[in-house]
C-alpha cells in the first residue's frame, strides 16, 4: 500500500528553524515529493517540490531562499528544511506524492498520495 507519512512540525520563535520529514512506502522512479500547506480559513497551498529522478527542485516565492527541499532516496524520505521563519508561516504542512510524474506540478489535484500533516507554530 502506497502512504507518505510526515513528521518534524512544532513550535518555534519567528527567525528559528524546523526540518520536516517526510517517508514515502515506496518511494517509485519518476516520483515527484510536494511540501503543501494549510492556514486557517485559507485553501492549501504549494511550498516546495522535488523530483526524485534528478533532485530538480521548485518553490514558491515565499519559501524560495529561506526553505530547503531534499531527498534521502536511501531513506524513501524527502525533508523540508525551513529557516528564517516568520508567523506567516505558521500552518499545517501536508506532505504529497505524484507517482510517475516528470513535471512536478504546484497544483493539488496532481498529487495523488497525501500525508495527515504536521503543524508549525511561528510565534512572533
Known amino acids: 500500500q502506497e502512504y507518505v507519512a510526515e513528521s518534524g512540525g512544532g513550535a518555534v520563535r519567528a527567525g528559528g528553524s524546523l526540518r520536516l520529514s517526510c517517508t514515502h512506502s515506496?518511494?517509485?522512479?519518476?516520483?515527484?515529493m510536494g511540501w503543501f500547506r494549510q492556514r486557517p480559513g485559507k485553501e492549501r497551498e504549494f511550498v516546495a517540490s522535488?523530483?526524485?529522478?534528478?533532485?530538480?527542485?521548485d518553490y514558491t516565492r515565499s519559501a524560495r531562499g529561506r526553505f530547503t527541499i531534499s531527498q534521502d532516496l536511501a531513506k524513501n524520505t524527502v525533508y523540508l528544511q525551513m529557516d528564517s521563519l516568520k508567523p506567516e508561516d505558521a500552518a499545517m504542512y501536508y506532505c504529497?506524492?505524484?507517482?510517475?510524474?516528470?513535471?512536478?506540478?504546484?497544483?493539488?489535484?496532481?498529487?495523488?498520495?497525501w500525508g495527515s500533516g504536521t503543524q508549525v507554530t511561528v510565534s512572533s
Open positions: 515506496t518511494f517509485p522512479a519518476d516520483l515527484c
Open positions: 522535488i523530483r526524485s529522478e534528478d533532485g530538480k527542485t
Open positions: 504529497a506524492a505524484d507517482p510517475g510524474a516528470w513535471i512536478c506540478a504546484i497544483e493539488t489535484k496532481y498529487y495523488r498520495v
